[in-house]
């Protein structure tokens, strides 16, 4: 059993998905504990989404692409401006379908996780294999 739970983790698109799943419950979590805090919900989701993108950089840089490479910050920022910007584009296109946002989110979260992936594999970290 270990050893084929080994072979599932050595495939890069896998571990992808399973640190992305720690990472949106990182992120929602330390906004529920701002909300629960007493903090405006604007600012906690500020924080949580700046502290989100920067825990994410880490968990997806070390365990998923296996680096150490703090300089790849920018281009990771701007994989995350590129992803909000078709997720935003989906949920208007559906809204105008007559899909409601929580609908149209659930669907967008594949895509747009697929698209996270490629473009960090492609522009941020630049793996040519599987790693």
Wanted: one cysteine or more.
């Amino acid at each position: 059993m270990k050893s084929k739970i080994r072979i599932i983790l050595k495939i890069i698109l896998v571990r992808f998905f399973i640190v992305s799943g720690i990472n949106t419950v990182f992120g929602y979590g330390l906004f529920a504990l701002l909300v629960y805090l007493g903090l405006n919900y604007i600012l906690a989701s500020l924080f949580a989404t700046i502290t989100g993108i920067l825990f994410n950089f880490k968990t997806i840089g070390l365990i998923v692409f296996r680096t150490h490479n703090n300089a790849l910050i920018f281009r990771f920022f701007g994989v995350y401006g590129i992803t909000y910007l078709f997720n935003v584009t989906g949920l208007t296109l559906f809204k105008w379908a007559g899909i409601v946002p929580y609908t149209g989110g659930a669907i967008l979260v594949v895509p747009i996780g697929c698209l996270g992936f490629l473009l960090n594999k492609t522009f941020v970290f630049k793996v040519k294999e599987n790693a």
